[in-house]
């Protein structure tokens, strides 16, 4: 296409991005990599991913055995009621680009930690931050390979649901652990419970 073709075809199509130069993208470029010499700036790609990081569970099916239970969060005796949360991490496993963020929906006592390069059996349990008696569980303490630990839960006790967004910029498998010890490892089955990866390729 002659140029002067597409500029014309350009306003009739009633865009107001301006078309410069050769077709190199600039700066108030939107064209992104429709662009025939688009250069592959992968960020113009790069999209957000939403993971539910512990939810309210009206109806649980989840210990202890209540089989129904409705939350009035809104003028309760206790607006976190800890026995309707559901210690899920959703999606728990699943592949996302480098330079896309993931947007961690916090619900109820939840600390986000996420490590490269461990399994859950790598962390380490006995490292902890203990909380006085009958007030916090444990939360893990473990430094080695995390990228990021999130807000600590002990410090908003009267709303505990937040949101933490975090970009993940290198190829690589992620694993994403709740750091309440008790939601992390089950002492009664000996199973790890909250955890999930997140696979990072470009
Ligand atoms: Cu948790």
């Known amino acids: 296409m002659q140029r002067r073709d597409f500029v014309t075809s350009v306003l009739v199509g009633g865009l107001v991005t301006p078309v410069m130069g ?9 064209q992104g990599d429709q662009g025939e010499h688009d250069h592959g ?8 991913y939403t993971i539910s990081f512990g939810h309210w569970n009206p109806t649980p099916t989840n210990t202890p055995t209540q089989t129904s239970s409705p939350i009035d969060r809104f003028a309760p005796a206790d607006p976190n009621p800890r026995f309707l949360n559901g210690h899920d991490i959703l999606p728990n496993d699943f592949r996302i680009r480098a330079g896309d963020t993931v ?43 995390r990228l990021y630990r999130g807000l600590d839960p002990r410090v908003m006790p009267a709303n505990q649901d937040r949101v933490e967004v975090v970009g993940f910029n290198t190829p690589g498998r992620y694993l994403v652990i709740c750091g309440v010890l008790p939601h992390f490892f089950d002492a009664a089955t000996q199973e790890f419970v909250m955890f999930g990866y997140i696979n990072v390729r470009n």
């Open 22 to 30: 050769d077709g190199h993208n600039t700066e108030n470029d939107q």
């Open 41 to 48: 700036k992968r960020n113009d790609k790069s999209t957000n």
């Open 103 to 145: 947007t961690f929906a916090i619900s109820g006592f939840h600390l986000v930690l996420i490590y490269r390069g461990s399994k859950p059996e790598d962390i380490d349990r006995t490292d902890l931050l203990l909380s006085p008696p009958m007030t916090f569980p444990p939360l893990i303490n473990d430094s080695t390979n």
